[in-house]
């Protein structure tokens, strides 16, 4: 395997986490929007950390 294979996938592998960055993001900016659950069960439906979720409810309170 030359070099050029591990960073395709390298490359692969960053995009799906942008990808799955901005589906949380979303997901997450709906959720503090359109309900009033708690950060802790925002994280839990997103499967993400409650800081996570902090870091937008503070956003949002600005």
Known sequence: MG???PVKQM???AAK???R???D???VK???SLTDFSDK???SLAG????????FRKAKKK
């Not at 993400?48 to 870091?55: D, H, I, Q, Y």
């Open 3 to 5: 070099i050029i294979e």
């Open 11 to 13: 490359k692969i592998d």
């Open 17 to 19: 986490d942008e990808a």
């Open 21 to 23: 960055l901005e589906k």
């Open 25 to 27: 993001t979303f997901f």
């Open 30 to 32: 709906n959720l503090l």
């Open 41 to 43: 069960e925002i994280a």
């Open 48 to 55: 993400v950390t409650e800081n996570f979720v902090k870091k």
